[in-house]
């Protein structure tokens, strides 16, 4: 019974992870194809953006959880499990704070997404200047420590 148990949590983890790149990729592709977005769709591609985003880290903390108190978890599925919680804990901490100092340098809206070491800021603008691209990189490198090829500026009208 515990390994259907962990084979159902893992079938739901994997499903949510696609999820997420499915969205991630149809987000990139609606800003990589330059379609004019208008200000109600941008405001919406934000919240929409970030109501996505907390479902899923919700359901992924309930899946860390059912594992962790789950009478019949191993010892190692629960250190796992309690890792890539506060893993995940720590992700969003820096999204959420490099979010904050992006907007505090007066861009209106910022959403940051890190995966892999890849980190995604899409920026409420209609177009980033050198001065604003190298604003926006010093706030991610200064709290990620990650290199410029792995830094992807994305401006969203």
Request: glycine content about 4%; hydrophobic content about 40%.
């Amino acid at each position: 019974m515990k390994k259907r148990t962990k084979i159902i949590v893992i079938t739901a983890m994997v499903l949510l992870l696609g999820i997420t790149g499915y969205l991630n990729v149809m987000i990139n592709n609606s800003v990589s194809n330059g379609t004019p977005a208008q200000t109600t769709q941008t405001a919406s591609y934000f919240q929409t953006y970030r109501s996505t985003r907390e479902s899923t880290r919700d359901q992924e903390m309930l899946y860390y959880d059912a594992i962790i108190s789950n009478e019949t978890s191993t010892s190692d599925a629960i250190k796992n499990a309690e890792s890539l919680k506060l893993d995940l804990i720590a992700q969003m901490e820096q999204e959420l704070v490099i979010e904050g100092l992006i907007k505090a340098k007066g861009f209106e809206d910022c959403i940051v997404s890190m995966l892999d070491g890849n980190v995604n800021a899409v920026v409420k603008a209609k177009e980033l200047s050198s001065t604003e691209v190298a604003q926006i990189l010093a706030v991610i490198q200064s709290q990620l420590n990650t290199s410029l090829e792995n830094i992807k500026i994305i401006p969203v009208e």
